[in-house]
C-alpha cells in the first residue's frame, strides 16, 4: 500500500493564470484533485464514502509557493497523509521541478456524516497496515483571523452559482479561493506578488447564497472575510508574501 502518491504531469494553460504560471486557485483544486486520486487508491475515496453516506470537508488549506511553475513546465505533485492524532487529519502537497519543491502545502479534512451532518472521528479511518509518513513540509501553523470584519473595507459581492457547486451540494473550496481573487484586480495581485494563502472555511454555502467579500490590513498581509448575506462568516482568508 503506498502511503505516498506522485502524479508527473505537464502545467497545462488552464492551470494557468492571467501571468502564465500556476495560480493559487490552479493549486487548490490540484490538491483537492491528487489527494481524491489517492484516498481512493486507499479505499477511503469518494467510492467506500458514498456506501457509507459519509463526506470528506475541506476545512482548511494552506498553500506556499517558493516559485510559480511555468505554463507547460513538467512538475511532480505529491501528497501523504500524516498520522491522525485527533478528530480531523492533515494532508501534505509537494509540487517538484526538476526534483526541488517549488510548491508546498497542507489541508485539514474532516469526514461528515450526511445523515446526521455530524463530524466523525478520523482516527482509525485509513486502513491500519498503512504506515503513515510524519513528513511535514508546512509546519508553520494556521493563522488565527478574527471574524470581526465590521470595519474593513468591501471589494465585492457575488451570488454561489451552479458551477460552484460540488457532489456535496455546497460550494466547492477552490471556488471561494476564485471569488475572492477575482475581487483583487490583476494590477494589485502583480503588485503584491502573493506567494501565501491560508483559508478556514466555517460555513456550507449553497447555489442562490449571495457572499459579501471585506478586506482588511495586517501584519504585511490582506485577510479578507467571506460572509453570507446573512452575516455568517463563510470562510475567512489570509493572503501574503514570504520573504
Known sequence: MNERLTMRMQVLPSMCDHTSTMGLESTVKLFMDIASVHAEQLGVGMTAMREKKFFWLTARTMVHMARRPRMLEPIEVVTWPMPVKEVRCVRQYEILSGGEPVVTGKTVWAILDLETKKVLPAKGFFPAELAMPEDDVCPQPFARISKDFSDAQTIGACPVRSTDIDLGGHMNNAAYVRALLGCLPCAE???????????????????????????????????????????????????????
Open 189 to 243: 495581485q502583480n503588485a503584491e506578488a502573493f506567494t501565501d494563502l491560508e483559508i478556514n472555511y466555517l460555513t456550507s454555502c449553497y447555489e442562490g447564497d449571495t457572499l459579501t467579500f471585506r478586506r482588511r490590513q495586517t501584519d504585511g498581509a490582506q485577510e479578507i472575510g467571506v460572509f453570507t448575506q446573512a452575516g455568517v462568516p463563510a470562510a475567512l482568508a489570509r493572503l501574503s508574501r514570504r520573504g
